[in-house]
C-alpha cells in the first residue's frame, strides 16, 4: 500500500515567561492620486437643484468617495489582485482602469490593448448571436474584419459553446456568456486583461482552462488584474495584490499577505479585545515531555525583515527547520520527514490557541495546510500574557520534486466553541477562529529525488501523495481457447 500523503504530527508546549530594476517601458499601467467622488442626495429635488445650480457654487448633496488617493504601477506580465470586502471601491477602481469611469481625482496613463471581462455580459448586445457578438466586440478592441475572421474558430474552439454560437445571446446561461467573453478578450492580443469575478460562473474544467490560457498570456507579457473574493485563488494565481476597504487603499504588496492582511480585516467587526476577568473555568497547560527536541539558537531563521501580518494580540519570535534527528536543514529527499519549529510571545490573554503551517509550491499552489485543529492536538484552554507558545510540527514531505515556501500562523478560538468544534461546519468553525499573527513568507526549502528509493525512485506524480493500492488480476484464457478450438 502506497503511504498516507503528507503523514504528519504536531506537538505543542507552552513555557511561562512573564519577567530587481524595471524600465519605464515595462509599465503597463501607472495610477496616480486617483480617487472617485460621487454626491448622494437625501430628495429627489435636491438632485435636479444641483443640476440647475452646481455652476454657481451651490452644491445640495454629500460627498461620498468610493476610492481615494491610490497609486500603483502595472508592468508588463504582473498578475496583480485586488481584494476587499463588499463596497470596497474594487470594482470603481476596475472601472476606472477600464475607461468606463473617469476619476474624480488623479491621473490614469494606460499604455497598450485594454480588454475587460467586468460584469456578467456586459459589452454583449443581446439581441445578437454569439457570432455577431465576436466580431462586434473584437471591432471594439481594435481588430480588422481580416483579423477576426483568421481568429475566430480559435474563439469558437475555447469557448466550446457548440450551436449556441449562432443564437442570440439573451438565450445563454451565465456559464455560456463568460465562456464566450472570455475567449473573445483573451485572443485579441490585450496587452491588459481585467477580470471582475468573471471566472467564479464557469465549472471546473472551463476554470483550468482559463488559467492555463492565463499563464500563456502571462509568458507572452500581457498584464493582469484580477478582483476576487476567493482569497485562494488570488493567492495563488497573483504575484502582488491591492487591500481596499472604504475606497481607501489599506496595503499593497505581495499577494499572500495581502490576504492575510484581508482575513484580520473582515474579522474585526465580529472581534474585541478579551476583558480582564477572573477565569471562568480552571486553567489547563500542557507541559513539555522533554522527548521533544528544540533546536539551538543558531539552528533558527533571521526573521527580523519578514512581515508578520498581527492583530497585536501575538508575536512570531522563532522559526526553524530541521531535519528528524534535529538538524537545520533546507533540502530533503522526497518521503524525508521535516520538522517545523515556531514559537509565539502572547501579548493578550487568550483561550485556546491554534497553530499551523501552509506549504507552497513555487507556483503558488496550497499544497499542504493544517493546524492544531485538523491534528486534534491537545492544548491549553488559557494562556496569560506573556507566556510563550512552541509548535513543532513534523511533516513527511511526499510531495513533488521543486521549491516550497511555507508560513505559519498563530490564531485563538473560545474554549466554548473549541469543546463544540465537532458540531460545527468548516465555515462555522472558520468563522469562530481569531486570526492573531501569520507570517506569509516564514521561510523556504527544497524536495529532491530520492538517492535510493523503493519500489523505484519518484514515489508519485503530481502535487502529493494519496493513500491507496493498485490491484492486479490475472484472468485465464484458458477458456476463451477452449472456444477457439470447438469452432
Known amino acids: 500500500m502506497i503511504g498516507n500523503t503528507l503523514d504528519s504530527t504536531t506537538s505543542i508546549s507552552i513555557e511561562s515567561s512573564r519577567s530587481t530594476a524595471t524600465s519605464d517601458s515595462d509599465v503597463m499601467i501607472s495610477v496616480r492620486n486617483v480617487g472617485k467622488m460621487y454626491r448622494l442626495y437625501d430628495r429627489p429635488q435636491d438632485r435636479l437643484k444641483e443640476q440647475l445650480f452646481w455652476r454657481f457654487g451651490k452644491h445640495y448633496g454629500r460627498e461620498f468617495w468610493a ?39 488623479g491621473e490614469v ?36 474584419p481580416e483579423e477576426l475572421d483568421a481568429r475566430y474558430e480559435a474563439i469558437a474552439a475555447f469557448a466550446g459553446i457548440g450551436d449556441f454560437i449562432d443564437q442570440p445571446v439573451k438565450l445563454y446561461s451565465s456559464g455560456m456568456l463568460v465562456r464566450l ?17 468573471a471566472l467564479a460562473v464557469g465549472d471546473i474544467f472551463f476554470r483550468q482552462k482559463c488559467y492555463k490560457r492565463l499563464d500563456d498570456l502571462q509568458e507572452r507579457g500581457t498584464a493582469v488584474v484580477l478582483v476576487s473574493h476567493a482569497m485562494m485563488e488570488v493567492e495563488q494565481f497573483c504575484q502582488q495584490a491591492i487591500l481596499v476597504d472604504r475606497g481607501k487603499v489599506l496595503f499593497q504588496g505581495a499577494a499572500s499577505e495581502a490576504v492575510k492582511r484581508y482575513y484580520l480585516l473582515e474579522q474585526q467587526d465580529r472581534v474585541q479585545a478579551p476583558v480582564q476577568t477572573q477565569p471562568p473555568v480552571q486553567a489547563t497547560t500542557v507541559q513539555d515531555s522533554g522527548d521533544d527536541v528544540w533546536p539551538l539558537p543558531e539552528a533558527f531563521l533571521d526573521i527580523s525583515g519578514v512581515a508578520q501580518v498581527s492583530n497585536g ?55 499542504h495546510g493544517k493546524s492544531t485543529l485538523e491534528y486534534g492536538t491537545k492544548v491549553p484552554n488559557l494562556v496569560a500574557q506573556g507566556s510563550r507558545l512552541r509548535f513543532r510540527q513534523d511533516i513527511a514531505l511526499e510531495i513533488m520534486i521543486g521549491a516550497y515556501s511555507f508560513e505559519v500562523g498563530l490564531a485563538t478560538i473560545s474554549l466554548y466553541d473549541y469543546e463544540n468544534r465537532t458540531h460545527y461546519t468548516h465555515p462555522q468553525l472558520s468563522s469562530k477562529i481569531v486570526r492573531m499573527c501569520h507570517l506569509p513568507a516564514a521561510g523556504q526549502f527544497t524536495v529532491m529525488f530520492r538517492r535510493n528509493g523503493t519500489p523505484v525512485q519518484l514515489l508519485h506524480h503530481g502535487v502529493a501523495n494519496l493513500p491507496g493500492e493498485c490491484r492486479v488480476t490475472l484472468k485465464s484464457s484458458n477458456t476463451a481457447s477452449s472456444i477457439r478450438e470447438a469452432i
Open 67 to 105: 476610492l481615494r488617493d491610490t497609486s500603483f504601477d502595472l508592468k508588463r506580465g504582473e498578475r496583480l489582485g485586488i481584494i476587499g470586502r463588499n463596497g470596497a471601491g474594487k470594482s470603481t477602481l476596475l472601472q476606472i482602469l477600464a475607461g468606463i469611469l473617469a476619476p474624480t481625482l
Open 109 to 144: 496613463e494606460v499604455r497598450g490593448r485594454i480588454a475587460a471581462l467586468l460584469e456578467l455580459g456586459s459589452g454583449f448586445n443581446p439581441e445578437f448571436t454569439g457570432r455577431e457578438n465576436v466580431y462586434m466586440n473584437g471591432t471594439v478592441l481594435g481588430l480588422s
Open 313 to 367: 494580540w501575538a508575536r512570531c519570535i522563532g522559526v526553524a527547520v530541521c531535519d528528524s534527528q534535529g538538524r537545520p536543514c533546507s533540502a530533503f529527499q522526497q518521503g524525508e520527514t521535516a520538522s517545523f519549529f515556531y514559537e509565539f510571545e502572547l501579548l493578550q490573554d487568550i483561550e485556546v490557541p491554534v497553530g499551523g503551517l501552509i506549504i507552497q509550491n513555487d507556483k503558488g499552489v496550497l499544497t
Open 181 to 197: 467573453a472570455f475567449a473573445v478578450s483573451t485572443h485579441v492580443d490585450a496587452d491588459i486583461l481585467l477580470i471582475d469575478e
